[in-house]
Structures are given as C-alpha cells and as structure tokens.
C-alpha cells in the first residue's frame, strides 16, 4: 500500500513536472516576444488608437451618403468618396466597373391612415418600388387576403383588389421579441404564445400554399388584377425593426410597414371598419447605371506580384444608412490602409483593398473580380474579408486549407493579447460558400478568410433594416477590428514564405453518402435589376 502511494506521488509529481516544463517552454518564447515587440505592431497600436479616423469616415460614409443600393447615385457617391480619401492618403485607387444595374433613387415616402381615423404611420416604399403617379399621394381602401379553398378560389376572389392596396403580409400576434417574453411573462403564457405563434404561421403559410403565390411572386399577380399598391410588414422580431427588401411590382407602389402600424391598419379591415392609406412615394428610374468595385493599392517592392487583400463589400440595402452592413467592414478595411501607408509604406507584397459592389445581390462585385483578374488571383498571399456587423472579431476559420494553421498562427502570435485572446479559431475548417465576398476567393482556391464578429443582435436588429444606422457603430470595437485587420496584413506580407493552398480532404455528406465538394467558382450577374 505505502508502495503504490509512493509510486503514485512520483508518477503526479513527475506529470506535474512535465506539465511545468511545458508551460515554461511555452511561455518563454511569449515573454521573449513581449520583450522583442515588433515595434511595427506596436506602432499600429499607437495610431489606430491615437489617431483614429474611424468616426469621421463612420459619419462621412453612414450620415452624409447614406445607404448605397446598388445601381443608385448614392452609391456612385460613395465609390467616388472612396477614390478621393485614398488619394489623400497618398494610396493609388480607381473605381472598376464590373457590370450594369437597373439605376434608382429613393424620394420620400409618406404613409398615412386618413380613415376611420388619422394617423401618420411608420413606413417607406422598398428598393425599386415604382413611384405614386404623379408623385402625388394615392389614396386607397385597404384589403386583406382570404383563405380560400384553393388556387381557383383565390383566381374567382383576384377581382377583388382592383383600385385597393393590399395587404399580404400577416398581422403579428405580439411586437415583443422573444427576451422580452422570457424576462417577464409567466411560463405558462410564454408558451402559449409560441404555440399560438407557429399554429398562426403555419395557417398562413397555407394560405398561401392554397392561394398558388409565394410572397415573391404574389405582387406581380396583384397588380396585373388592378390593385393600387402593395402593403408589407416584414417584421424582424425586434423592437420597432422591420427588414427593408425590393419591390416586386412595375407600375404600382410597394410599401413597408412598421409591424405597430401595419398590425392596426390590419385590424380595422378585418373588423369591417374600411380603412383608407394615403401613400406618397418619390422616386426615379434612371436605366441602366454602371456598377462598379472600388479597389486601391500600396504596392509592393520585393514582390509586387503577390497580394495581400483586405475585403468588405461596399453596397448596402437602403432601409437605415447601412451602417453595421457594411460601413463598418468598410471603415475597417480604410483605416487598416491609412494605418499601413503611414507606417508601412513599403511592403513586400502589394496590398490590394476591394471594397465590392451588390454583394447584397449575389457578391457580384467580388465574383466579377475573381473571374477579371486571374493574374492577381493566384498570386494572394491572403485575403481577410469583415461584414457581419459591428462586433469585434470573434471567429477566424481555415476556411478547409489544410496549413492555415501554420500561417495565420504566426500572424495571430504577433496581435496584442487583448484582442487575440477574444478570438475562436477552427483549423482547418470548412471552405465557405457563400454568405460574404471571401466565398468568392475561396471557391476559386484563394486563401481567403473571414473576420467573424460579436453578434450584438446584428440579425434581429440591424442586419437589413430600418435601424441600420450610425448610432449602432460601436466604436470600440470596430477600432479592434482595424488593428487586427492591419497587423495581419503587415506580417502576411513580410512572411518569407508563399502560404500554402493544400485543400482538406472534404467528409462525407450524410445525406448523400457522396463526398462533399469544394464549393464552385460562379459566374457574376453583370447586367442585374431586371427581372
């Protein structure tokens, strides 16, 4: 017995020893790294933090331009700001055109409840609605769509909604999202509302089965029945937030709803009350407009021909200011470059900065490079893509290439510890294939990586919505997010090796039983906005 205790004293104090030794191995190289900090880090540091410009790009891009849909002057706007700050910086930029988009420009929209009642509601026409004849308000009786039996039942009922505006959305039960219930309602009526919630859904959802339309495709056949207009709530279960998308109508307007207004103006005409919109929507058609990507470059000087790419696409939807999607993956890649053209002017590699038009439509700007230019293609080093919101990076995967580790492991040891120590790594992941413009690069074997950021409600509260705007920039953050960007671009350029493109051996798709394959480089739409 004293034996085996003595034995297993040893054999922990022996596992101890190793585990010691390991800690110190591993914690030598760290305190020499701290003590030998390359000053160039450390002087990324100072300016991002001393000398930030992230407010006033943030104000200039998000409060005076605006949202940039594509196709639209705003966006024009935008990509000609772009050029010119860069300039000024002393960074060589152009603005490359990529293809064509159906040109539009918001005017104002006015909705309001003129009867039984009067009322000013919360709404505004979607993305390429067609403006109110004359730019004079329309004003209409409301319908709501019935339940019929079938798809004959509801073409004997179309009739119906000649001279109305109809209203295809479905009414809300409650706007209080799902934390608001779970803070303060029993348990018991909190499931209640869920079950009276999806029964609800799923009764509509058949509606529209029976009725033979789906959202997309019900506007069109609405307005060939003569209706004066579209009304829609496309609630985004947050407080006061709807998502604001397109039109699918030609000739008659198609108006958002804020879900308080629009749950109202649906229950007065359910309840026979016969209510009546005044709906004023400006806005002009101006054909087929240019898209273009908006690129800018340090170049570089013992390998010109290698590129380092710093990516954010560039377009928005133009429900709020497109602030958080994406202004501030935008203002991260700018900053990033001023920082490194004030301290780095002379990289080894050229680092290339794409911000990419209609991403929002397909990543079309990114695709369109990727497909232009394959002589840059094969040649990046890295390319580091931020999109999802205003949150600091969180996330990095390895996208499937089976060494990400060995590089973007070095570059990461380079990053101050309180910003590295925020971020989750998958090696090697799994190769993206959609979502953002580094899918783009990706699918065409780029080592292309995405800054995956803190969630901050983006989905529910801004990504897409009304509420996308300047005051949803948190700063602090996105100022982390430069630093990041930067350093990374610093030591994958002065890297002495080429990174490597070795892919993962893809598993087995379960559903399938065939292997998984890498995902497909696509074709951009270059001529968009039509259908």
Not at 21 to 34: G, I, R
Not at 134 to 163: C, M, R
Not at 345 to 370: C, D, M, Y
Not at 494 to 501: G, H
Request: charged share 20%; with cysteine; aromatic share 10%.
């Amino acid at each position: 017995m004293k034996t085996e205790l003595i034995s297993s004293r040893w054999r922990g104090a022996r596992a101890f020893s190793r585990s010691l030794l390991l800690s110190c191995l591993l914690s030598a190289p760290l305190v020499q790294a701290q003590q030998k900090q390359d000053p160039m880090v450390a002087n990324i540091v100072k300016e991002a933090n001393q000398n930030s410009q992230l407010e006033k790009l943030a104000h200039e891009l998000v409060d005076v331009i605006g949202p940039r849909l594509v196709g639209s002057p705003l966006m024009m706007q935008a990509h000609n700001w772009a050029v010119e700050k860069y300039k000024g910086w002393g960074i060589s930029a152009r603005n490359e055109k990529w293809g064509e988009w159906r040109g539009w420009q918001r005017g104002i929209s006015h909705i309001d409840l003129v009867h039984p009642r009067v009322r000013s509601l919360e709404g505004m026409q979607l993305a390429w609605s067609p403006a109110t004849k004359g730019n004079k308000p329309l004003v209409a009786e409301t319908i709501v769509l019935p339940d019929p039996a079938d798809s004959l039942a509801f073409q004997k009922w179309l009739p119906n909604v000649k001279g109305k505006l109809v209203l295809i959305s479905m009414p809300q039960a409650t706007g209080r999202p799902d934390y608001n219930w779970q803070e303060f309602a029993t348990k018991e009526s909190f499931e209640k509302m869920k079950q009276e919630r999806t029964a609800q859904t799923n009764a509509w959802n058949a509606r529209f089965k029976k009725m033979g339309y789906t959202s997309r495709t019900l506007p069109a056949a609405l307005e060939k029945a003569g209706a004066a207009g579209i009304v829609t709530s496309n609630w985004s279960n947050g407080f006061g937030v709807n998502k604001i998308f397109s039109a699918y109508t030609k000739k008659i307007p198609a108006v958002d709803i804020a879900l308080e207004d629009y749950g109202l103006v649906y229950r007065l005409t359910e309840s026979g009350q016969k209510p009546k919109l005044s709906i004023k929507t400006e806005a002009k058609e101006l054909g087929m407009q240019p898209a273009f990507n908006t690129i800018a470059e340090i170049k570089g000087t013992e390998k010109p021909d290698e590129y380092v790419i710093l990516s954010a696409h560039f377009d928005s939807w133009d429900g709020g200011s497109g602030a958080t999607d994406n202004a501030t993956g935008t203002i991260v890649m700018m900053e990033a470059m001023r920082i490194l053209k004030k301290l780095y002017p002379n990289p080894k590699r050229t680092i290339l900065v794409g911000h990419w038009g209609s991403e929002e439509q397909g990543l079309n700007g990114s695709r369109a490079f990727v497909e232009d230019h394959p002589e840059i293609v094969k040649n990046v080093q890295a390319l580091f893509n931020q999109d999802n919101g205003t949150g600091r990076v969180v996330n990095i995967s390895g996208q499937g290439f089976l060494h990400a580790y060995d590089y973007l492991g070095r570059w990461l040891a380079k990053v101050p510890s309180d910003i590295r120590s925020q971020i989750e790594t998958n090696f090697p992941g799994s190769p993206g294939g959609g979502g953002s413009d580094y899918a783009s690069f990706v699918a065409a074997g780029v080592p292309a990586f995405s800054l995956s950021s803190l969630n901050w409600s983006y989905f529910n509260y801004t990504w897409h919505t009304n509420r996308d705007t300047y005051d949803k920039i948190v700063f602090d953050d996105v100022r982390s997010n430069a630093i990041l960007t930067a350093i990374l671009a610093y030591m994958a350029s002065e890297d002495p090796a080429k990174t490597s493109r070795e892919r993962i051996v893809l598993p087995v798709n379960q559903r399938t039983g065939e292997p998984m394959k890498w995902p497909e480089q696509r074709s951009p739409t270059r001529k968009g906005g039509l259908e």
